[in-house]
């Protein structure tokens, strides 16, 4: 750590080559403890632990006697071996003998005990961020983050794209999500809508002709936030010109390579790439956490399938796990899993003893199990589907893996799902809307399907996912107008509201825009999961709790009365309200 004129070097920095040198270190008190003889002081900054020591009847001996949790001191002395070394800290063989000490600051008692194992409760520590944040382990995720991010910009700035800030105040682009609305003072009755991400900008760009463009880009959505989402987090968002799909994967891939590399040391090797039919078809998920390898077989000919009322007719996907074994308990709860998604569940188990199933009493022969792999011991799952039903699979998948409490293949599972849907239908409205966003272009092979049967149109859309969570999406875009108001018309838009709302940008597609794509990573899931936090909370400075706050900053907050009325007005088209 730098040399300023309070420190020499950082706390966390002492070596055994610096024994018999003269340091200086400016930190945080962790603790105390007063042996009589001596008095040793746990001393933290960034950088990590120092112990210091000083003898009775040493000048400092009374002063470090009385200092506090957290106060904040410099200590000067000569570094020295330790009698007891502690073989758990980098610093654990020296310490340093304190000659001369200054105070610099007094500390309250923390609220609760600033170490890594802490089992203070979320709310407190959140109200208490600064304090949380003096933690090593948050410490140590949030440089992880910065040294990513100076990772990918360096990987990116390598290869030719630029970075260029968008606007926070911007009008509505559709990811799927609610907006933030900001009212506009000046033009009473109209709304800014902060960015979901700033997907249209980023294409003007490309229109701008910046070829290669990328930004650590603040986004907001205003949903229902769960552990793996925040109503504002980060993306690194990226766009490219005169590129196939082919060049973008591949210019990604390569990110994602250096990445896993230099900070885990770990050589991922060509990722695999899966068709979204095939992922949904084989693990029930668009999204598969592939560490582990099983995987649904779809069941083709299988003559006992006729005569099993609720199989007949639907599409049989079965599910073997090798040497696995079901409680009766465990076997009703992923029945009602089943159930929950309007179909049956066949559990098979087979021993030494035989097979135990439900389906025994159908069956008419011990031959009729074949066409059902297994090996000689196990647990078979067998389901009947409609088509494109298979979100049950995904959660039966889920279930095993979790019940059974199966060990991971390996530690990192990362892979590209491809060929995503274009569109799909909303079952609320029945109207057919975007699978991810209306800016995909259709797969070329697909094109003459887009009116008459649309939702067989595949996307040029692709995502990249890593242990089950989607890290990274993004598509090759519409670059023609035409074809954009081919896509807007799909979507129900008329004439008059794809001006309204898309006017700019069909405009920009008319003065010569190129073929451009790219993608977005969504940054603090990626940290989350490479520093094996377990909330996203883990890896933001200032996050929000469950429920959109910020208990530190006590946001969001009501307005006072002035305000209010100020605020109505401008919302209500400058028409006092009451
Ligand atoms: N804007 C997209 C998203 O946020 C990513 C992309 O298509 O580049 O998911």
Excluded at 42 to 59: F, K, M, N, Y
Excluded at 211 to 216: E, G, P
Excluded at 236 to 265: A, H, P, R, Y
Aim: aromatic fraction near 10%; charged fraction near 25%; glycine fraction near 8%.
């Amino acid at each position: 750590m730098e040399r300023t004129s309070y420190r020499s070097l950082g706390c966390g920095e002492i070596r055994e080559a610096h024994i018999g040198r003269q340091v200086k270190v400016a930190g945080w008190v962790r603790r105390v403890r007063d042996l009589g003889r001596f008095v040793f002081v746990d001393l933290r900054d960034r950088t990590g632990i120092v112990q210091l020591r000083a003898l009775e009847g040493s000048p400092v001996y009374e002063v470090l006697r009385t200092l506090g949790r957290e106060w904040v001191i410099q200590a000067e002395g000569v570094v020295q071996r330790r009698e007891s070394p502690n073989p758990n800290l980098p610093t654990g063989q020296v310490e340093i003998e304190v000659a001369a000490l200054t105070v610099l600051n007094t500390s309250e008692t923390p609220p609760f005990l600033i170490e890594d194992e802490t089992n203070a409760q979320e709310e407190l520590r959140l109200r208490y961020r600064y304090l949380d944040l003096r933690r090593t382990v948050l410490q140590q995720r949030l440089l992880f983050r910065a040294e990513m991010v100076r990772i990918i910009r360096e990987y990116l700035r390598a290869r030719g794209f630029v970075e260029v800030e968008t606007p926070m105040l911007i009008r509505s682009t559709p990811e799927g999500a609610r907006d933030f609305l900001v009212p506009s003072r000046l033009k009473p009755g109209s709304f800014y809508a902060l960015p979901q991400s700033p997907q249209l900008l980023k294409q003007l760009l490309m229109i701008a002709g910046f070829d290669r463009y990328y930004q650590v880009a603040r986004c907001f959505r205003d949903e229902d936030y769960r552990g793996d989402r925040q109503a504002e987090f980060t993306q690194i968002d990226c766009e490219m010109s005169f590129v196939t799909q082919e060049d973008i994967l591949q210019t990604f891939e390569g990110l994602v390579w250096e990445v896993f590399q230099k900070l885990m040391n770990v050589e991922l090797g060509p990722l695999p790439r899966y068709s979204y039919a095939e992922v949904m078809q084989a693990y029930g998920s668009d999204k598969p956490d592939l560490r582990y390898r099983l995987r649904w077989e779809a069941v083709l000919n299988w003559p006992a399938h006729a005569h099993i009322p609720f199989l007949a007719g639907k599409n049989l996907y079965w599910l073997w796990i090798e040497g696995g074994k079901a409680s009766r308990r465990l076997q009703d709860e992923w029945q009602a899993i089943a159930k929950s998604y309007g179909t049956t569940l066949a559990v098979v188990q087979k021993t030494s003893q035989g097979i135990q199933s439900s389906l025994n009493k159908f069956l008419l022969s011990e031959g009729d199990w074949e066409g059902l792999p297994m090996s000689a011991e196990g647990l078979g799952l067998l389901v009947g589907l409609e088509e494109g039903k298979y979100a049950l699979l995904g959660a039966l998948r889920s279930a095993v893996i979790k019940d059974l409490a199966l060990s991971p293949e390996r530690d990192w599972a990362v892979l590209w799902v491809v060929d995503f849907p274009l569109f799909e239908r909303d079952e609320e409205s029945g109207r057919l809307v975007a699978a991810h966003h209306p800016f995909v272009h259709p797969h070329p092979e697909d094109l003459d399907k887009l009116e008459e049967d649309p939702l067989r149109v595949r996307g040029l859309a692709y995502d990249l996912v890593i242990n089950g969570y989607e890290i990274m999406s993004g598509s090759v875009r519409c670059h023609t107008a035409a074809l954009q108001r081919r896509i807007f018309r799909q979507l129900g838009l008329s004439e008059a509201e794809m001006t309204e709302k898309f006017g700019f940008l069909l405009e920009a597609l008319s003065y010569g825009a190129p073929p451009h794509g790219g993608c977005a990573f969504g940054l603090d899931r990626w940290v989350m999961l490479l520093t094996g936090g377990e909330n996203l909370r883990d890896v933001i400075a200032f996050p929000k709790t469950a429920s959109g706050a910020d208990l530190m900053l006590g946001a969001p907050a009501p307005l006072d009365p002035d305000q209010l009325r100020q605020v109505k007005e401008w919302i209500s088209s400058g028409q006092t309200v009451s």
